[in-house]
């Protein structure tokens, strides 16, 4: 069954203009991982925050997580027309961490040049 | 960084053809790897988490006869569509988790999927 939800499920942005997606889930986590997926293509890791931690940083990248809340966002700075693609939430449940991988619905981000 | 290969990219065959896709880690060994389903513009729904050296467990829903799953080594988990009819044309991604040596809260890393189309 799905777990993490984003909203929105469509952003239109752009270039230059910050994005922010949010990511809302049910059951309690070993972490939270986002992900990007070009068209037609696999998914790429992007940053993973464990359940005791409430912000991380990667570049232009930056996820928030609130456990009290179960949410999540990710904000892309600076957007680039390359920025455009559908970004997934992911909420790892399992007992052993590693598995039980449960994705929300995506954000399809649109960047315009 | 960790890869995984996903192969074949492409198949188009007739109903009733049995279609293997082939998940391999290229450079770390994965114990478990994640067979997903994405139907266009939705997300992943996991069909079945292989484990390497016994069965597969399997979601709710998904019946194990169709869905023929082989993990036979640590780099290597094969998903087999058997008797494959157009209501299972979609595009399948494997993942694996690893890749920053032991412990736990590792990234998932997908292969680019497996687009099935049956006539």
């Known amino acids: 069954s799905q777990q993490g939800e984003e909203d929105p499920q469509a952003l239109s942005i752009q270039e230059g203009e910050n994005a922010t997606m949010n990511c809302s889930y049910k059951t309690s986590i070993n972490n939270l991982q986002w992900y990007r997926q070009n068209s037609g293509r696999g998914l790429v890791h992007l940053i993973l925050?464990?359940?005791?931690?409430r912000e991380k940083h990667s570049g232009r990248l930056r996820v928030t997580l609130d456990t009290s809340k179960k949410s999540s966002s990710l904000l892309i700075t600076a957007s680039r027309a390359a920025d455009t693609a559908s970004y997934f939430c992911a909420t790892d449940s399992g007992p052993f961490g590693n598995n039980d991988m449960r994705f929300g619905a995506g954000t399809r981000l649109t960047v315009k040049p | 960084g960790a890869v995984v290969s996903q192969h074949p990219s492409r198949v188009i065959c007739k109903s009733g053809t049995s279609v293997k896709i082939e998940c391999r880690s290229l450079?770390?060994?994965?114990?478990?790897m994640f067979w997903y389903r994405q139907f266009p513009k939705q997300s992943l729904m996991l069909m079945a988490t292989?484990?390497?050296?016994?069965?597969?467990?399997?979601e709710q829903g998904v019946e194990k006869d169709k869905f023929l799953i082989n993990h036979a080594s640590l780099t290597l988990s094969t998903l087999t569509v058997t008797s494959a009819h157009p209501e299972d044309s979609s595009f399948y991604i494997c993942s694996a988790p690893g890749g920053l040596g032991p412990g736990l809260n590792q990234p998932q890393h997908f292969g680019d999927g497996t687009r099935l189309s049956i006539l």
């Open positions: 292989s484990n390497e050296g016994s069965k597969a467990t399997y």
């Open positions: 925050i464990r359940s005791n931690e």
């Open positions: 450079d770390f060994q994965a114990t478990t």
